[in-house]
């Protein structure tokens, strides 16, 4: 209930009993003119005069008591009135000897009705002049009055009066507490989020809360049934009159909610939340209340959420989701129509080139750049989405093969045109996979993940062919890559029943033959096919990361090798064991930890442990190779350069490796003894060797030729089938024992 509200309340409350109080008047005047008329001996006039008094305080009842309550001056009337009604009573009883028992009864009419209006002090004040008039009409009286009957009438008048007073006062009480109450849920309704409105099932609002204000932008005065329906949005509108007739014939105190949109007093539209609670069976209520909530910001995030959600923050292309929603619609559509839905996935090459080089704010321009070519070339109705990264898919419909091919050629060449990068001119290329289905009549249409797939599988037959091209998706690619997970479990199979086993090829004193070295070879001895060379199965292990725990498994096998020899024979420990390190192995986070452990368990001299890393591994991210051998060094272990000659690193770099050992590649020694530009390689390598520091080591000598010439060229070490095959354990401690290489 509103402050307005209170306020009409309390005057409707002090009117009726003002008209009450004059009808008691009229009633106490009605009384006195009867006895006047029957006891009195008076005549006509003073009859006519009581009448007209009686007339008189019965027009004060019909006179607009509720616009007259309000006025300041009107307490003190009323007082006077009462006052007034009191000197009158007075006044007949002085002159009715016989009147003195109606005195009493008129006093405590009057002071009912002063304790109905009136303040306490008032209230007291009228009861002390009443007690006054009765001991003054006793003291007056020719017949005496018994001083018995006298004190008990006092006594009673004086008790009323308590009471009355303590009726005033409770009534204050009662009226403050109740009106400070109602001003309590008053204020915390009208900073409530929620405006609060009653409303009568055939129109009209009996209620409005004052935050009617802040929500909607009106005064309560001005909300109405009609008014609520002007401000409903004309879309929501159908909705709206729904959800009022389900909320005005529901079950009391059943609740129906919609949203709808608004129009504010400022013109704005919001949206709003609405709550509608039938109490139309509340005598108290006899209406429908509703609660409004504005939940324009709610909805906005919302939208700003689902943006996010479908929409890739930096292109402000479909993403992932969005885009898989509309190809499973174009899947629909073309299953009722028999169309054509062909698919592109493109991905930029060294991309991450770009990013590492340019930084990344370049790589961000490089993406919304080609995002902006590839969209020129395509229709209104086909779908560009960025996928994640620098990968982007494109959904046309009703194209040949023919037509997507040209499309490919242009998406090519749109990518290709050269761009300006901050102070840099960067022409990038992309890998395109195309991959194409119809919908037949009756056919529940491709499978969405299926078609991407088959473009995935495009696109990396386009970049194994050389990258800047497009591929056109064959089932062929989907049995190689089934091919591959096959050999992904079989490998796995292997790791996990021990089926590894790790062979040694000594390594040797060119000068003396004498054996100084072994270098650990893995082989799978595979239940069907055999042994199996490293060729076989290696470059799966890299590509699918199961090297790491396979070449932690080579390692901590050969380190337990070296162990048993060094305890068996003494000669073991002037030998070193040489280890290959892969790429994925040696950027695997834990590895100078896993060595560490592995030296640690197996007890061995870490400087008979030799890692080797190729070349072309030594030139990616300088900074953390350096770094990872450094640690490596400080365990102890000597570091070789595997295959050294064919990743073309400079002087400075190699200058900054921590290296104890060049690998001359076998491809140089293989025509080092017929071709004279291997040979000066060679002599090149061992010449930098040695002004390094560094001690020399050719792999693949088959020949006495070769051996020849590699001694007088100065190289140190050696190894290859001249000397002797990779073989088991036993064929090194055989040598070890004292048996020269064969």
């Known amino acids: 209930m509103s402050v307005n509200a209170l306020e009409q309340h309390e005057g409707d409350y002090r009117a009726r009993q003002i008209r009450l109080g004059t009808w008691v008047a009229v009633g106490v005047i009605a009384i006195g003119a009867v006895r006047v008329h029957l006891d009195w001996q008076g005549g006509p006039l003073l009859v006519a005069l009581i009448t007209l008094a ?26 006077a009135w009462w006052v007034a009604n009191l000197a009158v009573l007075l006044a007949f009883t002085a002159y009715d000897v016989a009147a003195l028992a109606i005195y009493p009864a ?5 002071l009912a009705s002063t304790a109905a209006l009136a303040s306490e002090r008032a209230v007291i004040g009228i009861g002390a002049a009443s007690l006054a008039g009765y001991v003054t009409l006793v003291l007056t009286r020719d017949r005496p009055v018994t001083g018995t009957l006298a004190a008990l009438t006092l006594a009673l008048m004086a008790g009323v009066m308590w009471f009355c007073a303590r009726t005033a006062s409770n009534r204050r009480r009662l009226d403050t507490a109740r009106l400070s109450a109602e001003r309590r849920i008053e204020a915390l309704l009208e900073n409530s989020s929620d405006a609060v409105i009653a409303v009568l099932p055939g129109g009209g609002v009996t209620y409005c809360s004052p935050s009617v204000r802040s929500v909607l932008g009106y005064e309560q005065s001005y909300v109405t049934s009609e008014l609520l329906m002007d401000i409903t949005h004309p879309d929501f509108l159908p909705l709206v009159m729904e959800w009022w007739l389900a909320v005005a014939n529901g079950a009391p105190g059943s609740c129906a909610r919609v949203e709808s949109r608004v129009r504010r007093g400022d013109g704005a539209w919001i949206y709003a939340d609405v709550i509608g609670t039938n109490r139309l069976h509340d005598p108290s209520l006899e209406a429908a209340v509703i609660s409004i909530r504005d939940i324009t910001e709610r909805k906005e995030l919302e939208e700003e959420l689902t943006r996010q959600a479908f929409a890739d923050s930096l292109t402000g292309m479909p993403n992932r989701a969005l885009f898989r929603d509309r190809l499973e619609h174009a899947i629909a559509r073309n299953r009722r129509c028999g169309g054509r839905i062909t698919l592109l996935l493109v991905d930029l090459d060294d991309f991450k080139l770009v990013n590492d080089s340019l930084g990344h704010n370049a790589g961000d321009q490089l993406i919304a750049t080609t995002a902006l070519r590839l969209h020129q070339q395509l229709r209104a109705a086909d779908t560009l989405a960025r996928l994640g990264g620098d990968e982007f898919a494109i959904l046309v419909e009703d194209v040949s093969e023919i037509e997507a091919m040209d499309l490919g050629d242009r998406l090519l060449a749109a990518i290709r045109r050269p761009l300006r990068l901050g102070n840099r001119e960067v022409v990038c290329s992309a890998s395109i996979g195309v991959a194409t289905a119809k919908a037949a009549d009756g056919d529940d249409g491709p499978d969405p993940g299926e078609l991407l797939r088959n473009a995935d599988l495009a696109m990396y037959a386009a970049k194994a062919a050389g990258r800047d091209r497009y591929a056109l998706f064959d089932p062929g690619m989907y049995a190689d890559i089934l091919r591959e997970a096959d050999d992904r479990a079989e490998l796995e199979r292997a790791l996990a029943r021990d089926e590894f086993v790790v062979h040694y090829q000594p390594i ?4 003396t033959s004498r054996l100084i070295g072994v270098e650990a070879l893995v082989r799978w001895e595979h239940p069907l096919r055999g042994l199996v060379g490293p060729n076989a199965f290696i470059p799966l292990a890299e590509s699918t990361g199961l090297i790491v725990p396979l070449g932690r498994w080579v390692l901590r096998q050969a380190c337990e090798q070296l162990a048993r020899w060094c305890v068996e024979f003494p000669a073991a420990e002037r030998i070193r064991m040489n280890v290959n390190l892969s790429a994925r192995q040696f950027q695997h986070e834990g590895l100078v930890e896993e060595v560490g452990q592995i030296l640690a368990e197996t007890g061995i001299n870490a400087q008979q442990v030799v890692l080797e890393i190729t070349e072309s591994l030594l030139m990616q991210d300088t900074d953390s190779t350096i770094e990872t051998l450094g640690r490596l060094k400080a365990l102890g272990v000597r570091l070789a350069i595997d295959d050294f000659g064919t990743g073309y690193s400079s002087l400075s770099y190699l200058k900054r490796f921590p290296v104890d050992i060049l690998k001359i590649d076998r491809s140089f020694v293989d025509g080092i003894d017929t071709e004279h530009g291997d040979a000066t390689l060679a002599e090149a390598v061992v010449q930098l060797g040695r002004a390094l520091q560094l001690q020399t080591v050719a792999e693949g000598i088959e020949t006495q030729e070769q051996w020849s010439t590699l001694q007088d060229l100065g190289c140190e070490f050696g190894q290859g089938y001249l000397f002797a095959k990779p073989g088991a354990a036993d064929a090194i401690s055989s040598i070890l024992g004292g048996a020269k290489p064969s």
């Open 508 to 511: 040797v004193d060119l000068p």
């Open 54 to 79: 009686g007339v008189s305080q019965a027009a004060m009842a019909f006179l607009p008591w509720r616009d007259l309550v309000d006025r300041p001056w009107l307490p003190k009337v009323l007082v």
């Open 106 to 110: 008129g006093v405590t009419l009057v």
